[in-house]
Structures are given as C-alpha cells and as structure tokens.
T-cell receptor, first 112, second 118 residues
Framework: GDSVTQMEGPVTLSEEAFLTINCTYT??????LFWYVQYPGEGLQLLLKATKADDKGSNKGFEATYRKETTSFHLEKGSVQVSDSAVYFCALHSYNTDKLIFGTGTRLQVFP | DAGVIQSPRHEVTEMGQEVTLRCKPISGHDYLFWYRQTMMRGLELLIY????????DSGMPEDRFSAKMPNASFSTLKIQPSEPRDSAVYFC????????????????FGEGSWLTVV
C-alpha cells in the first residue's frame, strides 16, 4: 500500500545551519505531497505542499520539490532559526484510499 | 475563524473509566478526522466522517472506542472502559469539501486532547 518514509531524528543543528530532512514515498498513481509541522504542545499545521511532479512548495523559507523519478520530497531550509525547532511530518494524499498518510515525523532541534 | 476546537485539552482518568473527547470542526468543513498520536506508533488515523457519516473506521483499535458525529458542528470520541495503553494525544481535524486534484489532503488540526489513563 501507499506509504511515506522519512529520516529518523532528532536532527540537531546550530542556528543558521542548512537543513535537509529526507522523505521518500511509495504510491500508486500521482499523489499530492505535503509537509506538516508540529510545534510543542500544538496540533499539526500545513507547512507546504506540491501536487504534481517537479512542483516546488515553499513557505517560511522552507522548500521541497516533488521528484517523481526518485519518489522523494525532501524538506530544505537554507538557514534555520531556534524558532524552527519542531517535529516535521511528510505526508501524501493517497488516491487509492482517499486518506492522508503521514510519515513518522522528524524532530528538529536548533540551538543558538 | 476559530479553527478546530477540542476539549478537554488535558484529562487524567483512572483505568476503567469512560472518557469522552469532543470536537468542533471549522464551519463549512464537511470532513472530520480523529487521529491518535503516541511515541511508539506515531500518528494514526482512527476514523473519518464525511457529511456526518462515518466513512472509514478501520483505524479504530477495538470495540472500546466509538465515535459519533450527530451534526456538522460536533463530534465525540469515546473510550469505554479506558486502559493505560490508551494514553496518547488525540487530535481532531477537519477539511473543506474536496476538489478534484488540487488541495486534497489539506486538513486543519485542533490542538489535541492529552489523555493519561492511570
């Protein structure tokens, strides 16, 4: 079935470092892809999305490109801030089941 | 808009007691989801409704769990009897009417109900 695999955390970085969180997927057809972020004590909120191959989603300095050839949707940010510390979830919308399927989440910790 | 509203935010209860979690989705949204989040299992979809009708409850762990949506602005998730392994954060989420392609999969989460069963 459809699934999402993302790198295990925690990812620990210093402020202003470059961030990459890897995400790969398995799906039938052409799913929509998403990154959600969960700040401490809060629910998940949409960070960015891409709905077709080669689309780039971006928001708050974060970017991810829908790569069909490598079935990947890696999250990147050029310069992280302490306020970016959170758990990041990669997700896909499965057309087979009409469900949003989440990865296990990757915790990011940014230190000053 | 106020967003998805959940109550209670925190609950501590004794094993065997009944627990009822409540959710008010965003007005105009016709999909409602209940998720459970734990360290061990991550984020699990328990059940979802469309236009107040349960569509898929395959994620509901066992008969102790039940969910209802009596109208478009209210849903409950009930656990009876509760067990320590039910301790988790329970999220309610909602989404607007689905369009073809585009924003399918874009959902809005509440802040969660943190349940501890002792």
């Amino acid at each position: 079935g459809d699934s999402v695999t993302q790198m295990e955390g925690p990812v620990t970085l210093s402020e202003e470092a470059f961030l990459t969180i890897n995400c790969t997927y398995t799906a039938t057809g052409y799913p929509s892809l998403f990154w959600y972020v969960q700040y401490p004590g809060e629910g998940l909120q949409l960070l960015l999305k891409a709905t077709k191959a080669d689309d780039k989603g971006s928001n708050k300095g974060f970017e991810a490109t829908y790569r069909k050839e490598t079935t990947s949707f890696h999250l990147e940010k050029g310069s992280v801030q302490v306020s970016d510390s959170a758990v990041y979830f990669c997700a896909l919308h499965s057309y087979n089941t009409d469900k949003l399927i989440f990865g296990t989440g990757t915790r990011l910790q940014v230190f000053p | 808009d106020a967003g998805v509203i959940q109550s209670p935010r925190h609950e501590v209860t004794e094993m065997g007691q009944e627990v009822t979690l409540r959710c008010k989705p965003i007005s105009g949204h016709d999909y409602l989801f209940w998720y459970r989040q734990t360290m061990m299992r991550g984020l699990e979809l328990l059940i979802y409704f469309n236009n107040n009708v349960p569509i898929d409850d395959s994620g509901m762990p066992e008969d102790r769990f039940s969910a209802k949506m009596p109208n478009a602005s209210f849903s409950t998730l009930k656990i009876q009897p509760s067990e320590p392994r039910d301790s988790a954060v329970y999220f309610c989420a909602s989404s607007p009417p689905r369009r073809v392609g585009g924003d399918r999969g874009f959902i809005y989460f509440g802040e969660g109900s943190w349940l501890t069963v002792v």
